[in-house]
């Protein structure tokens, strides 16, 4: 549309299914990469995506005719079907249910971005939970701990 300007920049984070820590440091990179792949086939920019064992942080410019709640479902739909078709895993894999989305300006690119660069790093001090906890806190998130993480049945 002419004259229609943005500049939309989300952190989006989510969790293995049960907080499992089954992304193995063999293809994490691959999976991430397909992902990255994923948000641009919709019109956004990926900027990074990185994670660790049991989560993923994607950083992404958002095409303002995107929601973030579709791009989510597709995100962890077409992921989750890559791991499976593929046999990353022995059980089937799943991605937990919801998602964090965080907005950041311009002017925090590079610190977000080398903050999901540097994620083994900074999960030998901080577990994801503490991580996303802080993160909800930050952003002065109301939130019910009972419904932040689904555990392990």
């Known amino acids: 549309m002419a004259n229609t300007y943005h500049q939309i920049y989300i952190q989006a984070v989510f969790a293995v299914k049960y907080r499992a820590a089954v992304l193995d440091k063999d293809w994490r990179a691959t999976v991430f990469s397909v992902i990255g792949n994923i948000i641009n086939e919709t019109g956004c920019k990926t900027i990074i ?17 995107i929601s973030i709640s579709e791009l989510m479902k597709t995100v962890k739909a077409k992921s989750s079907k ?71 049945k």
């Open 82 to 152: 890559y791991i499976n078709d593929n046999r990353l895993l022995l059980n089937r894999f799943e991605w937990q249910e919801g998602y964090g989305a965080f907005s950041y300006s311009n002017t925090q690119i590079d610190v977000v971005f080398n903050y999901i660069k540097n994620q083994e790093k900074h999960h030998a001090k901080e577990t994801f939970k503490e991580e996303y906890v802080a993160t909800l806190e930050k952003f002065q998130i109301p939130y019910d701990e009972r419904f932040i993480f689904e555990d392990l």
């Open 49 to 65: 995506v990185n994670g660790v064992e049991d989560h993923a942080h994607c950083f992404f410019g958002l095409k303002p005719t």
